[in-house]
């Protein structure tokens, strides 16, 4: 077999726009997969990536974990997925397969060697180096590829491959259900995510936003309730209301004030990544014994296990379909939030 060609849009170097390239896929090994990329997903991931903001120092980069395709060529040893097939890629492409967490099914906390291999901006086992779903095509193990039910348009599937399962993973963890109450702090790319979800699994849902501004879409979404964390009162009128609270925004927050929101045995989950780091007075945790933890996507099988509830309830992204071209300023978009609710490329453009 031979090695694939892929046009790509990439960053040629820290903050510098991303431009159209082509790159070199490897050949196909005996348990690989070709992937037709169809559609990709823009997560802010991508842009600390490009930005350097991250300690990335290998360039070019081309970014993309929220990845939906069609399966085009199968290796001589794959037996999950034929040509023809739906299937994602997301935030990883390999692990060592040997540590306990791995042998567990959570890849994504894989402390073996090399560890978890991101889709892309890392080194896979092959030495080299990845590159993503900003592309034409992929190469990826079958184990690390996710059949994506067949009720769920691959584009607005992509988003679901990073965004769904980041918040997939802690609701189900902490048993987000009937007689939970779940708060959602920001409506954005994750935020709307997990409203759709922690709804769907039957728990009570609030969003948690700055201003009342998106409201109408919260409650469209499945929210039952909706506060403005910009009035004061909002804290007052919801102490001690929530079993599980969920931070999607990367923004600084006084996390303290939003501990007093939870119950007895309450826990705050960080997804978001801010600049800086979080401060919290071990008094916001001593009352009421609360917890904060912190959630990093899904293994394979709580990946696939999510695209099947998806599938079951009618879940998919709110996505705006950009052209390639539009890549640049989608990314200034998103900085800005302004995008309802995930960017999503038409493949097809580049």
Not at 37 to 62: N, Q
Not at 83 to 111: H, I, K, M, P, W
Not at 209 to 215: C, E, I, P, V, W
Request: some cysteine.
């Amino acid at each position: 077999m031979t090695h694939t060609t892929a046009h790509a849009y990439a960053a040629p170097a820290p903050k510098a726009p991303l431009e159209r390239i082509t790159i070199t896929r490897r050949a196909l090994g005996e348990h690989d997969i070709l992937i037709d990329i169809k559609f990709a997903g823009i997560c802010h991931s991508d842009i600390h990536t490009v930005r350097g903001e991250w300690g990335h120092e290998t360039f070019p980069i081309v970014p993309g974990h929220e990845i939906a395709g069609i399966v085009a060529e199968v290796g001589p040893g794959v037996t999950r997925y034929a040509v023809g097939d739906r299937v994602g890629v997301g935030c990883f492409v390999d692990s060592c397969r040997e540590c306990d967490n791995c042998r567990a099914g959570l890849q994504q906390y894989c402390t073996g060697e090399p560890g978890m291999v991101g889709t892309y901006a890392d080194t896979d086992r092959h030495g080299a180096f990845t590159h993503g779903g900003y592309s034409t095509n992929i190469v990826v193990d079958e184990n690390y590829a996710l059949r994506i039910p067949e009720n769920i348009p691959l584009d607005a599937a992509a988003p679901l491959l990073c965004a769904g399962v980041t918040l997939y993973s802690p609701l189900a963890h902490w048993q987000a259900g009937p007689g939970k109450k779940v708060a959602v702090i920001g409506l954005g790319g994750l935020g709307h995510m997990g409203v759709k979800i922690a709804h769907a699994m039957g728990a009570e849902v609030t969003v948690l936003s700055q201003s009342l501004r998106k409201k109408d879409d919260g409650l469209r979404l499945g929210a039952d309730h909706y506060h403005a964390t910009s009035d004061p009162a909002t804290f007052e009128a919801l102490a001690g209301t929530f079993d599980l609270i969920l931070n999607t925004v990367s923004a600084d927050l006084d996390l303290n004030a939003y501990f007093g929101l939870l119950k007895t045995d309450g826990t705050l989950v960080q997804l978001g990544a801010p600049e800086n780091a979080l401060t919290v007075a071990p008094p916001a945790l001593f009352r009421q014994r609360r917890s904060m933890a912190g959630s990093m996507i899904g293994g394979i099988p709580e990946t696939q296990e999510m695209l099947d509830f998806c599938g079951e309830h009618g879940i998919a992204s709110d996505i705006e379909l950009i052209r390639a071209d539009q890549i640049n300023e989608a990314y200034e978009r998103v900085q800005a939030s302004d995008v309802r609710y995930r960017f999503v490329i038409d493949t097809a453009t580049i």
